[in-house]
Antibody, heavy 118, light 112 residues
Framework: EVQLVESGGGLVQPGGSLRLSCAASGFTFRSYAMSWVRQAPGKGLEWVSAIGSGASTYYTDSVKGRFTISRDNSKNTLYLQMNGLRVGDTAIYYC????????????WGQGTMVTVSS | DIVLTQTPLSSPVTLGQPASISCRSRQSLVHSDGNTYLSWLQQRPGQPPRLLIYKISNRFSGVPDRFSGSGAGTDFTLKISRVEAEDVGVYYCMQATQFPYTFGQGTKLEIK
């Protein structure tokens, strides 16, 4: 079955760290660009970070220097290392796959909740 | 960053009637490769988003043909020819022409 399964979310204090994982199955993971997209409670979607099939990386300004996206193609897994977490980072974090031609997200995971609170 | 503005933000629709959502960009979404990476997503309550339309007008696999996309440059539209109960949710346009990728604010589709 083609799917993405996120894990690693939880409750963390401001300034803390978390590492999110996204396990991919049912497709040739190494061939596709992947992204993390987040959604704060009751709000819209916000793109966070992307990594190409060649491992080039991109970030939204608000997470640059704090978050690091990476991938392990041998494990079919996408990661998001989040350091220096802020209350404003509280959201559901989704991983999403781009199609071979890029330019959209054709597969989404169910999401993992990250709550930053003291 | 490319700002996408959706209208309306809320759309009460009668079952069986059409619905239309507009998405406008402040700058052209035409990529240097000639493609326009404007897509539409549906998010049903409690669910992750789901791709409906990519590159303006291409319906994704499994998407009913009552959904269609159109537009060019900076103005785009998602149309539902006859709204069904399962179409309730929030609809987002998204551009992937330029980093950072951005989304519209979302349009909530509800049944009258």
């Amino acid at each position: 079955e083609v799917q993405l399964v996120e894990s690693g979310g939880g409750l963390v204090q401001p300034g803390g760290s978390l590492r999110l994982s996204c396990a991919a199955s049912g497709f040739t993971f190494r061939s596709y660009a992947m992204s993390w997209v987040r959604q704060a409670p009751g709000k819209g979607l916000e793109w966070v970070s992307a990594i190409g099939s060649g491992a080039s990386t991109y970030y939204t300004d608000s997470v640059k220097g704090r978050f690091t996206i990476s991938r392990d193609n041998s494990k079919n897994t996408l990661y998001l290392q989040m350091n220096g977490l802020r209350v404003g980072d509280t959201a559901i974090y989704y991983c999403a796959k781009e199609p071979g031609t890029g330019g959209a997200f054709d597969l989404w995971g169910q999401g993992t909740m990250v709550t930053v609170s003291s | 960053d490319i700002v996408l503005t959706q209208t309306p933000l809320s759309s009460p629709v009668t079952l069986g009637q059409p619905a239309s959502i507009s998405c406008r960009s402040r700058q052209s979404l035409v990529h240097s490769d000639g493609n326009t990476y404007l897509s539409w997503l549906q998010q049903r309550p409690g669910q992750p988003p789901r791709l409906l339309i990519y590159k303006i007008s291409n319906r994704f696999s499994g998407v009913p043909d009552r959904f269609s996309g159109s537009g060019a440059g900076t103005d785009f539209t998602l149309k539902i020819s006859r709204v069904e109960a399962e179409d309730v949710g929030v609809y987002y346009c998204m551009q992937a022409t330029q980093f950072p990728y951005t989304f519209g604010q979302g349009t909530k589709l509800e049944i009258k």
